[in-house]
């Protein structure tokens, strides 16, 4: 098999598949292993108990996937049209809540995964097909892309199933994978100080996924840093969650606060998330890099007109029934119910105070969850109630 020429029909069939970025890696990730270990150690990951798990399998791709040798990264977009001036207007009317970008259309595992699962259903045709320079991935089937079947690559992290043959097996933020180191030794970006993988060419907003595959495919180079001296993620994260460059705290981050995060929200942090009401973009917004920043082209990441330009208070009234049909395909269902009304009481607790704020809250005052009723009460008296 020509391995070279096969990487270039990779990345062509990825690029018709809607991945703007296409690189390929080796396994080895010693010294972000290390830096992991460190990350922990210092506790920076907060309740999130599955990054210590699964013990070397994170950082050693040929444990969590015997015979993988080499990795295939991509990246999507989602940034949606409006771009950061719609983000910016969002964030800056403390009626509305603010839900980051990513979060505004289709959950983008199921969308990452399928395209994936196709590019991997591609390429394992390849030994016992005849490869044609003009065929297709869309010539090849008349089957949507959401229609295809959906990757078996997600399996249990613990399972030591090595490849049935040639090809490999697809992961979208589903498995024990530092997909941001390995994005960047394929050339997608590098790392920078808010930990986001940035791209010169296009900013950060932008999904990973990859295939760990046992075909020894020739590798590209990996990226170099260009963050030099510049700290304007760090000054513009609300709760100083960028400790160090190059260094997340995530128990004072607000998207591992109100997304990752069960429990009642630190009291001394819940002034600082604003309207933010399902996860954080400030350190994007803040980052030069993404006034290159394109509007997506997938149309699974447009925004829900339910969710986009929504007042807090018609959000803190849905129905549990609403939540969940409101949700449903979408990355919020995975907070829950009780989470979404626990951060929506925040945000209204640093609106400017005003009678339908103070109605909404008291039709929520008494409510069953106790997590609820806690940020309920503490709203109500910054509404002075």
């Given at each position: 098999m020509d391995y070279r020429r096969l990487r270039e029909d990779i990345k062509s069939w990825g690029h018709e598949l809607g991945f703007r970025r296409i690189g390929i890696s080796p396994i080895d990730l010693a010294n972000d292993e290390n830096r992991l270990q460190e990350w922990l150690a210092a506790g920076y990951h907060g309740e999130?108990?599955?990054?210590?798990?699964?013990?070397?399998?994170?950082?050693?791709?040929?444990?969590?996937?015997?015979?993988?040798?080499?990795?295939?990264?991509?990246?999507?977009?989602?940034?949606?049209?409006?771009?950061?001036?719609?983000?910016?207007?969002?964030?800056?009317?403390?009626?509305?809540?603010?839900?980051?970008?990513?979060?505004?259309?289709?959950?983008?595992?199921?969308?990452?995964?399928?395209?994936?699962?196709?590019?991997?259903?591609?390429?394992?045709?390849?030994?016992?097909?005849?490869?044609?320079?003009?065929?297709?991935?869309?010539?090849?089937?008349?089957?949507?892309?959401n229609d295809l079947p959906l990757a078996r690559g997600d399996m249990d992290p613990g399972s030591n199933t090595a490849f049935p043959g040639p090809g490999g097996r697809v992961f979208v933020d589903s498995a024990p994978v530092l997909e941001k180191a390995l994005a960047r030794n394929a050339g997608l970006g590098w790392i920078g100080k808010h930990t986001n993988l940035i791209d010169r060419k296009v900013g950060s907003f932008f999904f990973l996924g990859e295939i760990y595959t046992n075909l020894p495919l020739p590798i590209d180079e990996p990226a170099t840093?260009?963050?030099?001296?510049?700290?304007?993620?760090?000054?513009?994260?609300?709760?100083?969650?960028?400790?160090?460059?190059?260094?997340?705290?995530?128990?004072?981050?607000?998207?591992?606060?109100?997304?990752?995060y069960r429990g009642s929200i630190p009291l001394e942090l819940r002034a600082r998330i604003g309207n933010r009401i399902f996860g954080c973009d400030d350190c994007q917004l803040a980052c030069p890099w993404n006034r290159f920043a394109p509007a997506t082209r997938e149309p699974d990441f447009l925004p829900r007109d339910y969710l986009h330009d929504r007042?807090?208070?018609?959000?803190?009234?849905w129905s549990e029934a609403e939540f969940i049909a409101r949700t449903t395909g979408s990355a919020l269902r995975r907070m829950g119910y009780e989470c979404w009304l626990r951060n929506i009481a925040v945000a209204i607790g640093n609106a400017p105070p005003s009678a339908q704020m103070r109605a909404a809250l008291r039709e929520r005052t008494g409510h069953p969850s106790p997590l609820v009723a806690e940020h309920v009460a503490w709203a109500l008296a910054r509404h002075g109630c």
């Open positions: 999130m108990q599955y990054m210590a798990r699964h013990g070397s399998k994170r950082s050693r791709p040929s444990e969590l996937v015997p015979g993988a040798c080499r990795v295939i990264s991509v990246g999507m977009d989602y940034l949606p049209s409006g771009g950061l001036a719609d983000a910016m207007r969002t964030l800056r009317d403390p009626r509305q809540g603010y839900i980051a970008r990513y979060a505004l259309g289709r959950d983008y595992h199921k969308v990452l995964r399928r395209r994936l699962t196709w590019l991997l259903q591609r390429i394992q045709r390849q030994p016992i097909q005849e490869r044609s320079p003009t065929s297709s991935v869309t010539e090849r089937t008349n089957a949507s892309l840093g260009h963050c030099g001296t510049c700290r304007a993620c760090m000054l513009a994260c609300p709760t100083g969650a960028i400790v160090a460059p190059y260094r997340l705290d995530a128990r004072r981050c607000i998207a591992y606060l109100t997304i990752e007042s807090l208070v018609e959000l803190f009234r």
